[in-house]
């Protein structure tokens, strides 16, 4: 932290106090960094953020089923169902890229389009 240039009041019953709160807060957070950046912590961390998933998975499998089951009764589509839907769109997208892609081919390269109904097109 940087260092303050401000003089202690004497006069000021607070300002002692607000010294050793700053004393106090940097000497617990040089504290802090160097515990925290350390191979024990990064793996008792991993050891325990690991137990929480293990143990979490069963509890938020039971709450994806009776979130299913809530919007299969209420008429609404499921994750599953959007996802579906999104892989159907895709492909629907995909295919309609691939038809003006062959429509541009079969185009001639050079001069306008003639216009339906006009000369150039009544031989």
């Known amino acids: 932290m940087t ?8 006069f000021d019953p607070t300002g002692m106090f607000k010294g050793v709160r700053d004393a106090g807060m940097d000497a617990w957070s040089k504290m802090m960094i160097q515990c925290v950046n350390t191979e024990a912590y990064a793996q008792a961390t991993a050891a325990m953020l690991d137990a929480w998933l293990t143990t979490s998975a069963p509890f938020r499998k039971a709450v994806e089923k009776a ?4 919007l299969i009764n209420l008429n609404m589509p499921t ?3 959007v996802i579906g839907l999104a892989q159907r769109l895709t492909n629907i997208e995909m295919r309609l890229d691939d038809l003006a892609a062959k429509l541009e081919e079969g185009r001639p390269a050079c001069g306008p389009n003639p216009q ?3 000369a150039e097109n009544q031989s």
């Open 116 to 118: 339906p109904g006009t």
């Open 79 to 81: 994750r599953t169902d």
């Open 3 to 10: 260092q303050k240039s401000e003089t202690v009041n004497p």
């Open 67 to 70: 979130t299913t089951q809530v």
